[in-house]
C-alpha cells in the first residue's frame, strides 16, 4: 500500500467524518424546527435525534482518522452507516409520534435493526482485521 492509497483512504474517512456532522445538524435544526411548531410538546428522541449521527458516525470516524487506523471494507462502512441512518430514523419517527400524541409497537423495530446493522458492522470490522493478520503472518 502507497503513501497515497492511505492519504486518500484518510481524505476519505474525513470526508465522510463532515457528511455526519452535517447529518447531526440538520438533524438538530429540523428537531427544532418541529418542536417549535408542536405547541409546547416536545420529545427526548426528537431534541437527541442529533446525538445518534454525531456519536456513531463523526466520532469514530475522526478517531480513524487521527490514530490512523486501518480503513474499514466496503461492507463494514456500508452496514455501520446504514444502522446509524436507521436509528437516526427511527429517533425522529419516535419523536414525530409523541408529540402527536400516539405510540406503535412497531417502533421496536427501529432500534433493533439499527442495532443488528451496527454489531454486523463491527463484527465484519473485527473479521477483517484477524483475515488481515493471518495473511501478514503466512
Request: hydrophobic share 50%; aromatic share 14%.
Amino acid at each position: 500500500m502507497s503513501t497515497s492509497d492511505i492519504s486518500r483512504g484518510r481524505r476519505r474517512l474525513l470526508r465522510h467524518a463532515i457528511l455526519f456532522l452535517a447529518a447531526a445538524l440538520i438533524t438538530a435544526f429540523v428537531g427544532a424546527v418541529y418542536e417549535r411548531f408542536a405547541h409546547s410538546v416536545y420529545s427526548y428522541y426528537m431534541i437527541y435525534a442529533f446525538a445518534i449521527p454525531l456519536g456513531l458516525g463523526t466520532l469514530p470516524l475522526l478517531l480513524f482518522v487521527q490514530k490512523n487506523w486501518r480503513m474499514p471494507p466496503r461492507f463494514t462502512v456500508n452496514t455501520w452507516y446504514a444502522g446509524v441512518a436507521t436509528l437516526t430514523v427511527g429517533s425522529i419517527f419516535k419523536g414525530v409520534l409523541d408529540i402527536f400524541g400516539t405510540t406503535k409497537k412497531l417502533l421496536i423495530v427501529y432500534p433493533v435493526a439499527g442495532g443488528i446493522l451496527l454489531l454486523l458492522g463491527a463484527g465484519s470490522y473485527i473479521l477483517a482485521g484477524k483475515k488481515q493478520e493471518r495473511r501478514n503472518s503466512a
